[in-house]
């Protein structure tokens, strides 16, 4: 199985709907999770942080589910401006940061 | 504050040819690591240090020599070009190891073609 397993899409939406991205992780000692968004031929950038209480900032919300090892993102109110690669990342027992191959999103008017 | 600065941002090789793709942070970050990523491969850990002169393995090593004898600069050196590391290079920065909460700073990226 690997490290850690995202859904490619693409998930095309339209403006104004609400899109989640779950990301499953095989190592249950892993600890520090993160959502990173790419945009295309753009290096990653943090979005944010997952906490295992989950944690909102604006439009996103992200969540930690340990017991059946995912996090997710949920986006709402989705924006053109939201079109990009989610990628999940998260720390391994080696203490290496892993990333998922990422998720496309694509808003469309 | 640059943050994360790659040079160059475009590169040919010819199979066999060596290079030097430079990193450097100004933000005085004790991790650096650099990534490559393939299409639906995701980014794949090459190298990475925890702090100037120390140097480790990640997941894809092979071909590629790194050294740090700064906490600033951290550049990946490509030994001997195969197709095979045609690629997106990314170098990444970090306050800590673990990163935890404060996640990774990116540079922008090197395109590499090997012919």
């Known amino acids: 199985r690997k490290e850690v397993e995202q859904d490619p899409g693409p998930f095309n939406v339209p403006e104004g709907a609400t899109v989640a991205f779950n990301c499953t992780y095989s190592?249950?000692?892993?600890?520090?999770f993160f959502w990173y968004r790419q945009d295309c031929r753009k290096e990653p950038k943090l979005l944010m942080s997952v906490y295992s209480s989950g944690n909102e900032d604006g439009r996103f919300t992200a969540q930690l589910n340990r017991a059946s090892q995912y996090i997710s993102l949920l986006i709402r109110d989705s924006k053109l401006s939201d079109s990009a690669t989610y990628l999940c990342v998260f720390y391994n027992q080696g203490g290496k940061l892993i990333f998922g191959q990422g998720t496309e999103l694509s808003v469309k008017p | 504050n640059a943050g994360v600065t790659q040079t160059p941002k475009f590169q040919v090789l010819k199979t066999g040819q060596s290079m030097t793709l430079q990193c450097a942070q100004d933000?005085?970050?004790?991790?650096m690591s650099w990534y490559r990523q393939d299409p639906g491969m995701g980014l794949r850990l090459i190298h990475y240090?925890?702090?100037?002169?120390?140097?480790d393995q990640g997941e894809v090593p092979n071909g590629y020599n790194v050294s740090r004898s700064t906490t600033e600069d951290f550049p990946l050196r490509l030994l001997s070009a195969a197709p095979s590391q045609t690629s997106v290079y990314f170098c990444a920065s970090s306050l800590s190891g673990q990163g935890f909460s404060y996640g990774y700073t990116f540079g922008s990226g090197t395109r590499l073609t090997v012919v």
């Open positions: 933000m005085n970050h004790e991790y």
């Open positions: 190592n249950s000692a892993s600890q520090s």
């Open positions: 240090s925890v702090g100037a002169g120390i140097t």
